[in-house]
């Protein structure tokens, strides 16, 4: 058993070998575990290429080990049955339990990856354009938003859920550049690597919570794939052309994002768009209180932009001076 905090993770495999080939134990009747390892608690079927495997093996494909295992307690209990298939690697995802004792139910994110959002920091903070890619930076975003206000106009909720699929790509695609800068170059990334991925990832789980708020209508969705395909090949070419000017892009978009939401806030408070009960994701990820309104919500998500945009602001400042990410230690968990 593995303690991450208060959340518990239970692994737990049985094999057996013969030779240099492992294989999954069959429980036929009451034979014994050779050996235990970690893994994890409930079932996954999995297993390798009929070319790699042998004869025995193959067998053991053919006539897999079904376990039938109760949910909830056993069957004295009620619990509903369901398979369990061993599989030959005994990789298995695992059991985590909340703070309360009750299951996990997200596989998106775990426990240790949620937090409380800092509502303290300053919105109100802007780089003011002084230089001629600064300038082009902040003009390219301005004109940007012009269309998006055309399209959305004030339906706040679809809006968020839409530009969410790509605000996840700046991180991406930075994080992505940096990884195969460190491999070429034999060196560290002074963390960036993982900030830049962790940031992506907090633009995911936003569209995660936005779209339990509003459905994407057909159109919406195709409008995703053009959009997205777009500006994930344009911001690609600029990383690559001038990392500091694709991360000032970055930062005046999520300045840009900032007043988006408080435009959504304000709308919530004149009861433009109905204050619903926040979802259950949101509820989760950002540790919010049981009885959380989608006004939480969007206070949490307005935070979390903020320090996107103080950490991209910061890594072109960084390039400004003549520096590399690796020479300042990126600031992982910042939001």
Same mark, same amino acid.
């Given at each position: 058993m593995m303690s991450r905090g208060s959340t518990t993770v239970v692994r737990s495999v049985r094999i057996f070998s013969t030779g240099s080939v492992i294989h999954p134990v069959r429980t036929r009747g009451s034979e014994k575990a050779v050996a235990t390892s970690w893994i994890r608690s409930y079932s996954v079927a999995g297993g390798r290429s009929a070319s790699t495997m042998t004869l025995d093996e193959k067998e053991v494909k053919e006539q897999p080990d079904i376990k039938e295992t109760v949910a909830g307690g056993g069957a004295a209990a009620g619990g509903e049955k369901e398979k369990e298939v061993v599989s030959y690697w005994g990789v298995q995802p695992s059991k985590v339990t909340k703070e309360d004792g009750t299951e996990w139910k997200w596989n998106c994110f775990r426990p240790w990856e949620t937090y409380q959002a800092d509502l303290s920091i300053d919105l109100k903070k802007h780089h003011v354009p002084k230089t001629f890619l600064d300038k082009f930076a902040y003009w390219t975003v301005k004109s940007l938003r012009l269309p998006t206000d055309i399209f959305f106009q004030r339906r706040y909720g679809c809006r968020a859920m839409m530009l969410e699929t790509v605000a996840a790509v700046p991180g991406m695609v930075g994080g992505m550049l940096l990884h195969c800068k460190s491999l070429r170059r034999f060196e560290h990334s002074g963390g960036w690597i993982k900030a830049l991925l962790e940031e992506a990832e907090n633009e995911r789980m936003h569209l995660m919570t936005f779209m339990e708020v509003a459905k994407p209508k057909w159109y919406e969705r195709a409008l995703v794939f053009t959009v997205q395909g777009i500006f994930f090949n344009a911001y690609f070419l600029a990383y690559l052309a001038s990392p500091k000017l694709a991360h000032r892009i970055t930062g005046y978009l999520e300045e840009e994002a900032i007043h988006s939401y408080t435009e959504f806030l304000k709308e919530l408070d004149k009861g433009n768009i109905e204050n619903v009960k926040a979802p259950a994701i949101a509820i989760d990820y950002w /540790? !919010?209180?049981?009885? $959380?309104?989608? /006004?939480? +919500? +969007?206070? %949490? %998500? /307005?935070?979390? @932009?903020?320090?996107? /945009?103080? %950490?991209?602001?910061?890594? $072109?400042?960084?390039?400004?001076? =003549?520096? @590399? !990410?690796?020479? $300042?230690?990126?600031?992982? =968990?910042?939001?």
């Amino acid at each position: 058993m593995m303690s991450r905090g208060s959340t518990t993770v239970v692994r737990s495999v049985r094999i057996f070998s013969t030779g240099s080939v492992i294989h999954p134990v069959r429980t036929r009747g009451s034979e014994k575990a050779v050996a235990t390892s970690w893994i994890r608690s409930y079932s996954v079927a999995g297993g390798r290429s009929a070319s790699t495997m042998t004869l025995d093996e193959k067998e053991v494909k053919e006539q897999p080990d079904i376990k039938e295992t109760v949910a909830g307690g056993g069957a004295a209990a009620g619990g509903e049955k369901e398979k369990e298939v061993v599989s030959y690697w005994g990789v298995q995802p695992s059991k985590v339990t909340k703070e309360d004792g009750t299951e996990w139910k997200w596989n998106c994110f775990r426990p240790w990856e949620t937090y409380q959002a800092d509502l303290s920091i300053d919105l109100k903070k802007h780089h003011v354009p002084k230089t001629f890619l600064d300038k082009f930076a902040y003009w390219t975003v301005k004109s940007l938003r012009l269309p998006t206000d055309i399209f959305f106009q004030r339906r706040y909720g679809c809006r968020a859920m839409m530009l969410e699929t790509v605000a996840a790509v700046p991180g991406m695609v930075g994080g992505m550049l940096l990884h195969c800068k460190s491999l070429r170059r034999f060196e560290h990334s002074g963390g960036w690597i993982k900030a830049l991925l962790e940031e992506a990832e907090n633009e995911r789980m936003h569209l995660m919570t936005f779209m339990e708020v509003a459905k994407p209508k057909w159109y919406e969705r195709a409008l995703v794939f053009t959009v997205q395909g777009i500006f994930f090949n344009a911001y690609f070419l600029a990383y690559l052309a001038s990392p500091k000017l694709a991360h000032r892009i970055t930062g005046y978009l999520e300045e840009e994002a900032i007043h988006s939401y408080t435009e959504f806030l304000k709308e919530l408070d004149k009861g433009n768009i109905e204050n619903v009960k926040a979802p259950a994701i949101a509820i989760d990820y950002w /540790r !919010l209180p049981a009885d $959380s309104t989608l /006004r939480d +919500v +969007v206070m %949490v %998500v /307005r935070a979390d @932009e903020a320090h996107h /945009r103080d %950490v991209n602001h910061f890594a $072109s400042d960084i390039h400004y001076q =003549g520096l @590399e !990410l690796k020479d $300042s230690p990126a600031p992982i =968990g910042y939001h």
